[in-house]
T-cell receptor, first 115, second 112 residues
Framework: AQSVTQLDSHVSVSEGTPVLLRCNYSSSYSPSLFWYVQHPNKGLQLLLKYTSAATLVKGINGFEAEFKKSETSFHLTKPSAHMSDAAEYFCVVIDNNNAGNMLTFGGGTRLMVKP | KAGVTQTPRYLIKTRGQQVTLSCSPISGHRSVSWYQQTPGQGLQFLFEYFSETQRNKGNFPGRFSGRQFSNSRSEMNVSTLELGDSALYLC???????????FGSGTRLTVV
C-alpha cells in the first residue's frame, strides 16, 4: 500500500524568500513521484516529476525537488517566492503495479506569499 | 494541442437523482482516471481506465461507476445522489499513466 504525507497544511513566506514544502511517502513498489499545483477554482498543473532518473528534479516556474530514498522524502523547494506562487500544492505518488496506475495524493499544502 | 476537457463545468442536482460527467482526454492518451476533491477528504482516487478496461478502482460505493469508449473518452456516473457527493470531480489523462497525468479543470457538482 502506498501513502503520502505532506507535513505542513499551511506555509507562509514573504515574497523573495525561499520556499520549502515537505513530502514523505511510502510505497511497496518503485514509485514515481510528482508535485502538482492547484490555483483557486482551477485543475491541477504538473510542476515536476521523478521517475527513477536524476534524484534532483527541476520543474516549471523555478521549482525543484530532491528524491531521497533513505529518507523516503520528496521535498519541493524554490529559492525565491513570488506572489503568483500562492496556491495549493499536492505531492503525489504513482505505484506502477501490474494492475495499472493509481495516484495517491498528499493532503495538500497551502502556500501563502506575503508582500 | 487541446487539453483535457470536462463537461459540464458546474452542475446542481437534487438528492436521489443521478448524474453523468464527461471527460475528453488529450488525443492519443489511453489512460483516463477520475478523482473526487472535497474540503474534508481532499483528493481521492475513483477509478482508472485504460483502453476501455477499468484497471483500478478506489474505495467508493457502487453508486459510482464509469466507462471508457473506444475513442478514449470517459464518462462517470453517480446514481442516487447524496448531499455528501457534492465535490469537484477531476478527470486526468496520460499516454500510459506511469509518467504523470494532465488534469482537466473539473466539474463542480452540488447536490441539494
Amino acid at each position: 500500500a502506498q501513502s503520502v504525507t505532506q507535513l505542513d497544511s499551511h506555509v507562509s513566506v514573504s515574497e523573495g524568500t525561499p520556499v520549502l514544502l515537505r513530502c514523505n511517502y511510502s510505497s511497496s513498489y518503485s514509485p514515481s513521484l510528482f508535485w502538482y499545483v492547484q490555483h483557486p477554482n482551477k485543475g491541477l498543473q504538473l510542476l515536476l516529476k521523478y521517475t527513477s532518473a536524476a534524484t534532483l528534479v527541476k520543474g516549471i516556474n523555478g521549482f525543484e525537488a530532491e528524491f531521497k530514498k533513505s529518507e523516503t522524502s520528496f521535498h519541493l523547494t524554490k529559492p525565491s517566492a513570488h506572489m503568483s506562487d500562492a496556491a495549493e500544492y499536492f505531492c503525489v505518488v504513482i505505484d506502477n503495479n501490474n494492475a495499472g496506475n493509481m495516484l495517491t495524493f498528499g493532503g495538500g499544502t497551502r502556500l501563502m506569499v506575503k508582500p | 494541442k487541446a487539453g483535457v476537457t470536462q463537461t459540464p463545468r458546474y452542475l446542481i442536482k437534487t438528492r436521489g437523482q443521478q448524474v453523468t460527467l464527461s471527460c475528453s482526454p488529450i488525443s492519443g492518451h489511453r489512460s483516463v482516471s477520475w478523482y473526487q476533491q472535497t474540503p474534508g477528504q481532499g483528493l481521492q482516487f475513483l477509478f482508472e481506465y485504460f483502453s476501455e478496461t477499468q484497471r483500478n478502482k478506489g474505495n467508493f460505493p457502487g453508486r459510482f461507476s464509469g466507462r471508457q469508449f473506444s475513442n478514449s473518452r470517459s464518462e462517470m456516473n453517480v446514481s442516487t445522489l447524496e448531499l455528501g457527493d457534492s465535490a469537484l470531480y477531476l478527470c486526468a489523462s496520460s499516454p500510459t499513466g506511469a509518467y504523470g497525468y494532465t488534469f482537466g479543470s473539473g466539474t463542480r457538482l452540488t447536490v441539494v
